[in-house]
């Protein structure tokens, strides 16, 4: 919600300030082109805004602490906003059976999107729900240090010791309270079959 809010107050002023500096308001086809482009204009700036944001706040934060329930909560608003764009329809079943907030438990799921991370924190916006995610991911530029930060753990594809040991972390965290979130499957499926 809090970024949701944030995005519309960026994009209205971005969009609105050239219409109204410059006073074009008649409805003439060169205005009519300047006004959309105003808008698409309106939409970069707020993109690039919540990208800014992520970005400092995510410097700003000076070590990992994944009990930290405040930074959890600005990523699942900035996932949720992102949900939105994206025209994702959710149909979430079974609400009562998600655990109280607090409550350590352990989430299993098929991998069937890339989005699928996205759509999971947005649905359990109120937990501190912590991924075993793949290794790349911890190297993109602003989502890698803020999946650092907020404690989600690393794994490889090789089923070596470095995938042992993140098991490790990810049963660590389980026992000092957190829910924990697996995709045992290791990688996304191309098709609706369990691999």
Known sequence: MMATLAFIIVFLGFT?????????FDPTPFNVLFWFLSLLFGLLMGFLA????????????RRVDPHNTR???????I????VRAMNVKLTVTGRENIPPIGTAFIL???HQENYDII?????FNKHNLVFVAKESIFKWPVIGNWAKKLGHIPIGRAADRSAAQSMVKAIRSYKEGLPVSIFPEGQRTFKNEMI
């Open 16 to 24: 609105a300030l050239p219409i109204v500096v410059f006073e074009w």
């Open 50 to 61: 919540i990208i800014a944001f992520l970005w400092l706040y995510g410097i700003a934060i």
């Open 71 to 77: 930074n959890h909560r600005i990523g699942a608003s």
């Open 79 to 82: 996932l949720s906003l992102a």
């Open 108 to 110: 299993v799921s098929n």
């Open 119 to 123: 759509v999971l924190k947005s649905v």
